[in-house]
């Protein structure tokens, strides 16, 4: 019970600190002194207070929208390792699993900005739709390679004490490429420079926020929570395959794991202010880019003969 | 010393994606010297007795020919013949990509089917000179500015060099260098070439060569 309960507390609690981390460091560049690192929590406070409005063209695909993804990806949360302890569910073929629950979760997305009529949010959509078709085969490259690591699609491989004698067989040739395309994909599926902008507001570039133009109050809070949950367990995936073996004292994993997530928020932070972001047509390239590192990532893996 | 190899070899596979990837004709000009000064690196990692004497030299040479003299002369084909600084891909950036993720796959199977004389010092090293070399045929088949093609030559020749760092202690020195002043020599002539079609044409696409009537 214990860390079901922990890693419930983890997922309900620090995907906005990060979101406000990742903002501080923006300032930081900036040389301003930014939003307090609680500003995200006081957000979502407000906008869960406030009510919603709804378009009269609308129907109920635009309603179910924000609440079907931000279950969908809670329930993909339950399927990711945090904190050494293993995952609350796992078992064979939960990394594919994941990946189309993520899918489901910007379906509904997807179908919610087409059901309000809006020309700029079905913009939004046909380009999410564009990208995310790029985005989810490097994932599942990933995946593939996690799987010949681990020796079993789930997510519990990435824990198990052989796959840690397979990644060093591997060595960090093979885990930098994987890693460097999941960090291509953490930006790209969150919508972060270089792909999107998050803090545009002009309708013509916008991609993920031109989606959500029309959604608001709790629905609103619903998806900016989501999405800070997505970018929290692209984060999470990230660091089990850079430091695959958790050490074996919770303590120590929990620190571990909070030092990792804060220098996630410092390097996405840092690439969103170094960075311009792309123009659209040279988003797919960075796209294709990253499966060629994750499939440049799986031969070494078969070359150096992991299983 | 083992991962530091591992690690610069697939950083020159890195550097062809990133040639594949971009349209820029300076930008490009710099990747292939980058990619150059990492595999210079190369034989100080990959000796297999302690003489340090000959990587050393190669070090040098290498440093002074491909990352240093080579780059100034294209730069300055760049700006005597005013080419525009994109690269007019035959081949999209995209497909190109696309396409080398494939060359890749290829040299990985390639360099588990070759019988190797003796033990590379990297297992990636075979895989990463076939890639090396295929990605830079693709470069030159699928770019039509001469120059840009002059850059697939340069990544293909990297690609070889890479192939001869796996016999580095048994090749004589004289025949490296010699290798050196023909790649000097063979850009050097590239560099007359470009001069030649830009004046004949005005623009460098070597499109134009394939026409035989006069214009």
């Known amino acids: 019970m214990g860390p079901l309960l922990l890693h419930l507390a983890l997922l309900l609690l620090f995907p906005p600190l990060l979101v406000g981390g990742i903002g501080k460091v923006k300032a930081a560049f900036a040389g301003r002194r930014g939003a307090p690192l609680l500003q995200p929590y006081s957000d979502l406070a407000r906008l869960l207070r406030k009510g919603a409005v709804y378009s009269r063209t609308t129907t109920w695909v635009f309603r179910a929208g924000p609440t079907v993804s931000l279950a969908a990806t809670l329930s993909a949360a339950l399927l990711v390792p945090l904190v050494g302890a293993r995952a609350p569910l796992g078992f064979a073929g939960d990394l594919v699993l994941f990946a189309y629950l993520l899918a489901l979760a910007r379906f509904a997305l997807l179908a919610a900005a087409l059901d309000t009529g809006s020309s700029f949010e079905g913009m939004g959509a046909s380009r999410e739709a564009a990208f995310s078709s790029l985005a989810e085969p490097a994932l599942l490259l990933v995946f593939a390679a996690v799987a010949r690591v681990g020796g079993a699609p789930s997510f519990r491989s990435l824990l198990d004490p052989a796959a840690a004698g397979a990644w060093s067989i591997a060595g960090p040739p093979a885990v930098f490429l994987l890693a460097g395309c999941l960090f291509v994909l953490a930006l790209a599926e969150n919508a972060r420079i270089p792909v999107d902008d998050p803090s545009t507001h002009l309708e013509l570039t916008m991609i993920h926020e031109a989606m959500v133009l029309d959604h608001s109050g709790p629905d609103l809070a619903f998806l900016l929570y989501a999405g800070a949950l997505k970018l929290f367990l692209f984060g999470a995936i990230l660091g089990r395959v850079l430091l695959p073996s958790p050490l074996g004292n919770p303590v120590l994993d929990g620190a571990l794991f909070g030092g990792w997530m804060l220098l996630f928020a410092g390097l996405v932070g840092t690439v969103e202010s170094t960075l311009a972001r792309l123009r659209l047509d040279r988003v797919p390239h960075l796209l294709v880019s990253a499966c060629v590192l994750a499939s440049c990532g799986l031969a070494v893996l078969v070359a150096r003969g992991v299983r | ?215």
């Open chain 2, 1 to 215: 010393m083992r991962s530091l190899l591992d690690a610069l070899l697939v950083l020159a596979v890195l550097f062809d994606f990133l040639l594949l990837g971009i349209g820029d004709l300076g930008a490009s000009i710099r990747i292939s010297a980058m990619q150059a000064a990492t595999l210079a690196a190369l034989p100080l990692l990959a000796r297999e007795d302690g003489s340090l004497g000959h990587p050393i030299l190669l070090f040098l040479g290498v440093l002074a020919v491909k990352v240093v003299l080579i780059p100034r002369l294209l730069f300055r084909a760049i700006r005597d013949a005013s080419i525009r600084r994109e690269m007019e891909p035959l081949i999209g950036y995209g497909l190109s990509l696309v396409l080398g993720g494939g060359l890749v796959l290829v040299s990985f199977a390639l360099a588990a089917r070759l019988p190797f004389p003796g033990p590379p010092p990297s297992d990636l090293l075979v895989p990463a000179a076939f890639s090396t070399v295929l990605i830079g045929l693709l470069l030159l088949v699928g770019r039509a500015k001469a120059l840009a093609q002059v850059i697939g030559w340069l990544v293909v020749e990297n690609g070889i060099f890479l192939f001869g760092l796996a016999f580095v202690h048994r090749t004589p020195m004289l025949v490296e260098m010699g290798i050196l002043l023909d790649v000097f020599a063979a850009v050097f002539v590239m560099g007359i070439m470009l001069h030649h079609i830009h004046r004949e044409f005005d623009r460098l696409d070597t499109r134009n060569l394939t026409a035989l009537r006069d214009r």
